[in-house]
């Protein structure tokens, strides 16, 4: 895991890694890291082409891989003092369950 300190709020920050998670899940389960990282590459590549046909992937107690909606707007170009219209699209996002927020509210504090 790697950690850092956050400078503004002094607290440490862990980041886990797609190799730390499959070390982890191989670990717990005694199958082979290969095997894991194969399983769990298999499975951001259904959420991606599911998320990429339209389609909203749900995981009950985990949360919800869904595609959000952007409207059309007017960006700026500060440099060039331009507007250019951003039309409306689709952006990739994860909403948790409120199992799993209440597991990090309760476990992570400030």
Known sequence: MHAFLLETKQKIIIDMTKAEIVAKIADKTGLDKKEVLEVVEHFMEE????????????????????????????GRNIS?????????????????SKTFVNKVKDNVKP
Not at 89 to 94: E, V
């Open 47 to 74: 959420v991606k082409d599911s998320l990429a046909s339209g389609e909203n992937v749900y995981l009950r107690g985990f949360g919800s891989f869904i595609n959000k909606y952007r409207a059309e707007k007017i």
């Open 80 to 96: 060039k003092n331009t507007s250019i219209k951003i039309p409306a699209h689709y952006i990739p996002a994860f909403k948790p």
